[in-house]
């Protein structure tokens, strides 16, 4: 399994655009790179998945470049209630035989 | 819709006592289910994951069993536990339908063992 290095806390102020990078040198062919959020006393919630280029939702954006050694979340205008655990998870589908497994995360605090 | 129910929401147990969580899925069929652990701190530790009624697989030997005797019904059990097997239990869910790697976690179990 690939291992994920991501920083372990960084600050903000609320209107900001955060990017947490996460390195993954080894990454497989197949695998995917995810992204969760984690409130304390909750379990984790999915944000954003993607394998090459620029994937983009209504919550966040996640650019992988061309080798795939690392991604980077980037959360526009981040709010106080932005405030959690973020998770880079790197491995196979669910479907395909993959399993989530949980680094340490980067602990984002935004301030008002 | 699909939802995933995990009770009791915390619980304390003395030492040697033993341990059932709970954890069904509504809304969905053949679901992977999984069972993580939480410990003092950020990281999650997937314990089991199941594929099917009655696959259970292990990742870490442990005081800690799983069980899955229904296709929605996820059991983690303990004969005896220790002061070791305090932390946060989630369990979760994926669908083996789609090729992704998004998973929804219940609300959790806060276990305090004293």
């Known amino acids: 399994l690939a291992k994920t290095t991501q920083p372990i806390s960084m600050d903000s102020y609320e209107g900001q655009e955060v990017n947490i990078t996460c390195s993954h040198n080894?990454?497989?062919?197949?695998?995917?790179i995810t992204w969760y959020q984690q409130f304390p006393s909750q379990g984790p919630r999915f944000i954003i998945q993607?394998?090459?280029t620029k994937v983009t939702n209504e919550v966040a954006s996640l650019f992988i470049p061309a080798d795939r050694k690392s991604s980077t979340l980037s959360l526009p205008r981040v709010s106080l209630s932005d405030t959690a655990v973020y998770y880079c998870?790197?491995?196979?589908?669910?479907?395909?035989?993959?399993?989530?497994?949980f680094g340490q995360g980067t602990e984002l605090s935004v301030k008002p | 819709s699909q939802t995933i129910h995990q009770w009791p929401a915390t619980l304390v147990q003395p030492v040697g006592s033993p341990l059932s969580l709970e954890c069904t899925v509504e809304?969905?069929?053949?679901?992977?289910l999984y069972w993580y652990r939480q410990a003092a701190g950020r990281g999650l530790q997937l314990l089991f994951y199941?594929?099917?009624?009655?696959?259970i697989s292990s990742e870490v030997p442990q005081n800690l069993s799983a069980s899955r005797p229904q296709d929605r019904q996820f059991i983690l059990s303990s004969k005896k536990l220790l002061l070791s097997d305090s932390g946060f239990y989630l369990c979760a869910w994926s669908t083996g339908a789609m090729t992704n790697t998004e998973a929804f976690f219940g609300q959790g179990t806060r276990l305090t063992v004293v």
């Open positions: 199941s594929v099917g009624i009655g696959q």
């Open positions: 080894n990454i497989a062919t197949n695998d995917y």
């Open positions: 993607g394998y090459k």
């Open positions: 809304g969905t069929s053949n679901p992977n």
């Open positions: 998870l790197v491995g196979l589908a669910l479907n395909q035989g993959g399993k989530l497994i």
